[in-house]
């Protein structure tokens, strides 16, 4: 599987052997320990400590929730792939939820600047709390929720576009 996250792709592999999985990321193999708990849920063990790890896709996105953090990677599509070494439009960031859930807290407002990692808005997940954050330098131009929204993952929550000069 190809992925994209924060305008880097990432050719992802894995194979499972017992109760752990060695994933290939780019070329590199990487072995963890991992207990499949449901269908969207796992228990993974990292430097002797176990921790959830909550996983959800749809056919453009792989949602990943763990320890507290969330991040979206989108899927590269064949018909997507650009060999000319451009990395596609670094001009906006949709952040959209890792899975279904509700608002908690809207961290910016409209006209807002924020930095690459800043953190824009918490939402709460399988009973779980994750604050998405700015993959980009910019300007919030938009955002679409207020706190108690339900949202779906497809959703676009908020907006960040980089400024122009």
Known sequence: MEIKFKNDVYQIDYEKNDSEYTFNINGEK???PIYIVNDNCFSVKINGKSKSLYAAEDE???FISFDGDSLTFDKVKEEEKDFSG?????D???????M?????KVLVEEG?????GDGVIIVEAMKMES???SAIDGVITSVNVKEGQQVDS?????????EQV
Do not use: F, M
């Not at 906006?92 to 890792?98: A, C, F, T, V």
């Not at 279904?100 to 908690?104: A, R, Y």
């Not at 807002?112 to 690459?116: G, K, P, R, S, Y």
């Not at 497809?154 to 980089?162: A, F, G, R, S």
């Open 30 to 32: 990487l072995t963890i």
């Open 60 to 62: 453009n996105h792989l």
């Open 86 to 90: 451009a990395s596609g439009s670094e």
């Open 92 to 98: 906006k960031d949709e952040i959209r939820p890792p």
């Open 100 to 104: 279904p859930g509700s608002i908690v």
């Open 112 to 116: 807002q600047q924020v930095a690459e």
């Open 131 to 133: 604050t998405l954050y």
């Open 154 to 162: 497809d959703d676009v929550l908020v907006i960040v576009e980089k």
